[in-house]
């Protein structure tokens, strides 16, 4: 069974740094992409890039690059997401997803991380 | 970058109806488009892919279609457990711009 896993919500203050964790099983986790979704408080998706944990090739939606940095260490399937320097308009619900194949949709998702971000 | 604007943004709508959401792309993205059903709390869920193709295990009262510009998703019946926020995404971009719509949330009326 594919299963996305993603590691518990976070309480931050603004200026702190964070590193959130998807952990794959059940399938080749070096051989499909990852992505990264957020959805803000009432909000809708948005797309904020991808990983190849066979590589660690990545992309990054031009809305999030420089914001974020996405990882992975395929020793122990696991995709992060990581901030340097949190601010309030980051809290949000942190989704990872399977990308069926590099031109394909999202097939398989975690059950998400909360991170809120408050002084 | 492909913009999607999807129709209505809200819906109410009773048990049994038929339901039908609009998906339009700025641009032609031929098929490659996905819908996904996401109930409260929950992570979204993968319907249809390649903007007609049901995947296994979501009940056929679902069905996709369109290309180009224009698509739509259609309940046949609406049941209790479809009432969800439904949005599309574009898969015809490279990697990074695979936007989604603004999602459609359907209500019980």
């Known amino acids: 069974e594919v299963q996305l896993v993603q590691s518990g919500a976070e309480v931050k203050k603004p200026g702190e740094s964070l590193k959130i964790s998807c952990k794959g099983s059940?399938?080749?986790?070096?051989?499909?992409?990852i992505a990264w979704v957020r959805q803000m408080p009432g909000k809708g998706l948005e797309w904020m890039g991808i990983?190849?944990?066979?590589?660690?090739?990545?992309k990054y939606s031009p809305s999030f690059q420089g914001q974020v940095t996405i990882s992975a260490d395929k020793s122990i399937s696991t995709a992060y997401l990581q901030w340097n320097s949190l601010k309030a308009s980051d809290t949000a619900m942190y989704y990872c997803?399977?990308?069926?194949?590099?031109?394909?949709?999202?097939?398989?998702w975690g059950q998400g991380t909360l991170v809120t971000v408050s002084s | 970058d492909i913009q999607l604007t999807q129709s209505p943004s809200f819906l109410s709508a009773s048990v049994g109806d038929r339901v039908t959401i609009t998906c339009r792309a700025s641009?032609?993205?031929?098929?490659?488009l996905a819908w996904y059903q996401q109930k409260p709390g929950k992570a979204p869920e993968l319907l249809i892919s390649?903007?007609?193709t049901l995947q296994s295990g979501v009940p056929s009262r679902f069905s996709g279609s369109g290309s180009g510009t224009e698509f739509t998703l259609t309940i046949s019946s609406l049941q209790p457990e479809d009432f969800a926020t439904y949005y599309c995404?574009?898969?015809?971009?490279?990697?990074?711009?695979?936007?989604f719509g603004q999602g459609t949330k359907v209500e019980i009326k």
């Open positions: 990983i190849y944990p066979g590589d660690s090739d990545t």
């Open positions: 641009q032609g993205i031929s098929s490659y």
């Open positions: 995404q574009q898969l015809n971009s490279y990697p990074p711009g695979r936007t």
């Open positions: 059940g399938y080749s986790f070096t051989s499909y992409w």
């Open positions: 390649a903007a007609s």
């Open positions: 997803a399977r990308l069926v194949s590099r031109s394909g949709p999202l097939d398989y």
